[in-house]
């Protein structure tokens, strides 16, 4: 169903300046708001009622490569283009684990996502590029790896910025780092000033914040990185 919409779409483009696609997987535990994100980039608003992922769905973007008024018309001789990233949602379900590397092909980029007001969602992104590093299919991949061997480019985005701020802490009291840190300060081994010995491995630089339930993404810096995948595929 979904390849003949976009051969059909694309049918639509015939004749005119060539048009392309690029995938991006979106990805990141379950419950961080993937497909409410992948929902506001795609239509424009957000959703009150996600559904839940069964496996994996796909949503798809429809931008302009090369557009007056855009920084890719920047690039000299470069005509106007259209251009399709497909975002493809991915359960982090446990359930879906063993057979999510069905959905590693053949991709471009990759979009984690991790709730900020849950720590441990942030630490487990390490797992989830080492999963998509080991049993994934690229395209055009770099020389260079990223995180876990990644060998696309990638970008962090961390959701549900509102609920974060109205708990004022960086993480939930109840995920596990925060209750280590509460015990080890009750045992006088950590002063409550100091940081638990407990680091992310997962870079966290640059990073995007979201609130993807009240409509907010910072979409200049996401589609900054949307137009490093078209600059690559129309090269």
Known sequence: ????????EFKEFNGGPPCGQVRVLVVGDSGVGKTSLVHLIVKGFSTACPPQTIGCTVGVKHTKYGSPGSSSSSLKGDAERDFF???????????????????YSQINGVIFVHDLSQRRTKTSLQQWASEIATTGTFSAPLSSGGPGGLPVP????????DIAAKEGTRGSSGNLVDVARQWVEKQGLLPPSEELPLTESFPGSGSLIAAAKE???DKEGLMKFFLD?????FR
């Open 1 to 8: 169903m979904f390849r003949r919409e976009r051969e059909r």
């Open 85 to 103: 990233i497909e975002l493809w949602d991915v359960s982090g379900h446990e359930r879906y684990k063993d057979c999510r590397s069905l959905f």
């Open 154 to 161: 990638y970008i962090v985005i961390g959701n549900k910025a």
């Open 215 to 217: 409509a907010r993404y």
């Open 229 to 233: 995948q078209e600059t690559v595929f």
